[in-house]
């Protein structure tokens, strides 16, 4: 009976599926209710946890709940740690949701609704989750251990030697683009400039409680933490308000840069508990809460997608980034659907906390479908606005006009009708003084996400209140990001350099610990300043160049565990991990061909450099001449690079298949666990 109703039950869900994304998919000429998304992912996120990934972890993982984790084999109470399974849930998700699910969908809605919603729903199901899956499973019986580890002793030395490489360069690259989105938010802003301002001082304060005034008092700390921000947000309509404050917060792109890169570098030499614990537990709150409020309120205010499901802009013209829909919508929308920066964290602390093996089911597939929804919610924040409302935040004054005037009349031009003083209206509902060439996609969904909230949550008289909630929740979040992706590049250099010199591998030298930081910080620093002074809004450039590095890098963990399951004699199921495989390998190497090669100078380094060296030389056009030859050289690089991991593991899949290779894995042996058979 019970069977016959979960039949009949998973029927329905797969029926309903089935209507909802025929109707996201065929639907034309009229707006669409958001509704039908919430819906369609819904459904396939249910359906593609309950079989797919049961699939995986039955016939490819085969995983075994007597087997010890090494949280619990190698607990110290500080690395190693058995940790609840909803615990480990919150951390992984805290640590994967950066600013890619949230900007990158908001980018690619250039497009219109459609491409976004298709891809960041079948990536998700058919390769995001797997990967973050597999991945975190591998490391589990590895002893926790990183995915360069990993690739070193199963694809062999040059896989290793590359992962390492290529992982520091997404860092690199990641961290320059969070740190943009952060400017481009914040500029010519008072209230989110003084109220993300605050929140380090409140980090500092909830560290000092923590550590010296209150130790271990949790709940207190986090009362006072959610107040505090509470009277930032309040604080900083007031600093917008009154004019010698609104001077002192009012800040251009440059300025904001330089403020943010000695905040990095600050973050990463301080203790930990001073300043980036707090941050991180401070900023978890925050986003999980967030993110629960905006799906609450789409789901009750059910409002209408203005934006097309296909705009003109697919044939690669579009003012937010250049480029055709095919590879550009992909890796664009990133860690909405995929994310290779998501194997480090599914590699490096959320193994040591796994109690059980069947728990990696839930906490890899499961939090990156989490993420996948969120992808979602900001398509849907993006595409509620109406479109020339849209491109006027998103579109640089490069393309689209310095003035006002120009801005609307370009905009209006391409059939997305705005003017000025729709604009002018919409900026002082918000608490802004404009909203022109506001590239980077977070203060588009900012607008977006505050419609949703002011029309379900208190009426447009609290939208600039939302508004700026939503700026200082993201700024608040991929900060988090930044200074903790500045440690880790930190303690992946002077890993390194330990080998030339051991005192610079020491993690408590002081004078290693500032030497390191500051390579780490000017090495990000310096893309930041580069999108800083571009003309075009410097998310036109190394967005795109994050997308390839960030899938890149999927690419790399994809060959890890496309190695590990042949060498486990499940080659017949192997097409699990190497189709998505084969569709990042597509995907990225063209991208890259069009960002090196392509004659268009909007979309090519190269030809873009060319066409500032033909016209009038000054020292700005110097600079971005060797900015674009620089970013095409990084590609270029990190392109052969995964194509020598791609080499290495092709030759050992060959190998072991025809017989010519051993096949022995490097797991750790098995220990019958001593836990209680129901935990937690």
């Known amino acids: 009976m019970n069977k016959s109703l979960s039949i009949v039950a998973w029927g329905i869900v797969g029926a309903l599926g089935v209507v909802a994304v025929g109707v996201v998919a065929v639907r034309r000429g009229e707006p669409i209710n958001a509704l039908w998304l919430v819906v369609a992912a819904t459904c396939c996120y249910a359906l593609g946890y309950r079989f797919y990934s049961k699939f995986i972890a039955a016939k490819i993982l085969a995983l075994d709940a007597l087997r010890a984790t090494p949280a619990e ?41 459609l491409p976004g919603t298709l891809w960041v729903l079948a990536g998700a199901v058919f390769a995001g ?265 998103n579109s640089p004054a490069g393309v689209v006009g310095q003035t006002a005037a120009a801005a609307t009349g370009t905009i209006s031009s391409w059939g997305f009708p705005v003017t000025a003083s729709d604009m002018q209206a919409l900026a002082h509902a918000v608490g802004e003084q404009t909203l022109f060439n506001r590239t980077g996609g977070a203060p588009a969904f900012a607008v977006g996400m505050a419609h949703i909230f002011s029309q379900s949550l208190g009426g447009a008289t609290v939208m600039a209140l939302w508004y700026h909630f939503a700026v200082m929740f993201e700024a608040l979040f991929i900060l988090t990001i930044l200074d903790a992706g500045t440690r880790v590049a930190r303690f992946m250099i002077q ?58 890098l999927a690419t790399v963990a994809l060959c890890v565990a496309t190695t590990i399951i042949i060498k486990l004699h499940r080659a017949r199921y192997a097409a699990v991990t190497l189709l998505p495989l084969a569709w990042l390998v597509a995907v990225t190497f063209t991208a890259s061909w069009h960002k090196v090669l392509d004659p268009n100078p909007r979309v090519g380094f190269l030809a873009q450099a060319r066409v500032l060296a033909a016209g009038p030389a000054t020292s700005a056009s110097a600079q971005l001449i060797f900015n674009n030859r620089l970013d095409a050289a990084v590609t270029a690089v990190l392109v052969v690079m995964v194509a020598l991991v791609l080499i290495e593991s092709v030759r050992q899949w060959v190998g072991v298949l025809s017989g010519g290779e051993e096949s022995r894995v490097k797991e750790a042996p098995f220990v019958m666990t001593r836990l209680a058979e129901e935990r937690g």
């Open 495 to 552: 890993d390194a350099l330990g080998h030339i010199y051991k005192p610079l591998g020491r993690t408590s030298w002081y004078p290693s610990i500032l030497a390191t930081s500051g390579l780490v910080v000017g090495a990000w620093g310096y893309f930041l300043w580069q999108g800083v002074r571009d003309p075009l809004g410097g998310i036109n450039s190394l967005w795109p160049l994050f997308g390839i590095a960030n899938q890149l």
């Open 73 to 113: 084999r190698l607990e110290n109470g500080r690395d190693f740690l058995v940790t609840n399974k909803w615990v480990v849930f919150g951390h992984h998700f805290a640590a994967i949701a950066g600013p890619g699910p949230l900007v990158g969908p908001v980018l690619a809605a250039q497009f219109g609704y």
């Open 129 to 393: 989750c797997v990967q973050d899956f597999v991945i975190l499973l591998f490391s589990v019986r590895r002893d926790g251990k990183s995915l360069t580890e990993m690739a070193k002793e199963e694809i062999g030395r040059v896989g290793g030697f590359v992962a390492y490489a290529a992982v520091i360069a997404i860092l690199v690259i990641l961290l320059a683009v969070a740190a943009l989105i952060v400017v481009n938010a914040l500029k010519d802003s008072p209230w989110g400039t003084f109220t993300i301002a605050m929140t380090i001082p409140i980090a500092l304060l909830m560290g000092l409680y923590l550590r010296r005034i209150r130790p271990g008092k949790v709940l207190e700390v986090s009362v006072l933490g959610f107040f505090l921000v509470l009277l930032a947000i309040w604080g900083g309509q007031w600093a917008s308000q009154n004019a010698a404050m609104a001077r002192v917060f009012t800040l251009r792109a440059p300025s904001l840069a330089i403020l943010i890169i000695i905040y990095g570098f600050a973050a990463s030499a301080l203790p930990v508990w001073l300043l980036l614990a707090p941050r991180d537990y401070l900023s978890t709150f925050v986003k999980l809460g967030t993110i629960g409020l905006l799906g609450i309120g789409i789901v009750v205010l059910h409002p209408t997608l203005h934006m097309p499901a296909l705009t003109r802009f697919v044939d690669g013209s579009g003012p937010v980034f250049a480029g055709k829909i095919f590879p550009f919508a992909f890796i664009t929308i990133a860690c909405g659907a995929i994310s290779g920066f998501h194997s480090l964290i599914s590699s490096g602390t959320t193994p040591k906390l796994i109690a059980r093996e069947t728990e990696t089911r839930m906490v890899g597939y499961g939090a990156m479908m989490a993420e996948s929804a969120v992808a979602v919610m900001a398509i849907i924040a993006a595409c509620v606005l109406q479109p020339g409302v849209y491109f006027a935040i």
